[in-house]
């Protein structure tokens, strides 16, 4: 099994956290992974995208050209990405923020309410982790547990944020089932 996934959205939607705790959650698995970061002009507010492989065996390089997922947070993302996605791949996309026509497309759409999800954990920003919940169920990528563990380890020093992040996540997963 080898996965090729973007991320992507505006600077401030959680992107790098996204895609980093993939790939943690990837090591915990005790996959092979890579992540290659982008950011945008601006930080907040510009572009941000990463670059995440998960896989069974060793991965010979970080850079790819064709995407078998694609998480967008907002439309322009989406406007940007969805040519890399190969035939009969996924996209999950943030209905909260947008809506895509299924039929216009050779892969599959799932859409997430993922702003309207995180603000009933708490907080829209979470709608990163809500997203990546949703990605991880629909794709059977890695466990939901592998993610939980992993939290702790990237907001160290942020005890306050795991209980709602851990919440979005669970939420996200929970809400594929519909999907």
Not at 103 to 116: T, V
Not at 124 to 150: D, I
Request: net charge negative; with cysteine.
């Amino acid at each position: 099994m080898k996965k090729e996934i973007i991320i992507s959205g505006f600077g401030g939607q959680g992107v790098m956290l996204a895609g980093t705790l993939l790939c943690h959650a990837g090591m915990k698995a005790s996959k092979e992974v890579t992540f290659f970061p982008s950011y945008g002009a601006e930080m907040r507010g510009g572009t941000a995208n990463c670059k995440v492989i998960i896989s069974d065996s060793t991965i010979g390089s970080p850079v790819f050209s064709e995407a078998d997922i694609l998480m967008s947070l907002n439309n322009p993302s989406f406007e940007k990405f969805y040519p890399a996605v190969r035939d009969g791949g996924i996209v999950f996309v943030n209905s909260s923020l947008f809506s895509v026509c299924a039929e216009d497309y050779n892969f599959e759409i799932i859409e997430i309410p993922a702003n309207n999800i995180a603000e009933e954990c708490g907080t829209v920003l979470a709608a990163n982790l809500v997203m990546l919940g949703a990605l991880v169920r629909k794709t059977g990528l890695l466990n939901l547990g592998a993610l939980m563990q992993s939290v702790p380890g990237l907001l160290k020093g942020k005890k306050d944020l795991w209980d709602i992040n851990k919440k979005a996540l669970e939420a996200g997963y929970n809400s594929a089932d519909s999907r």
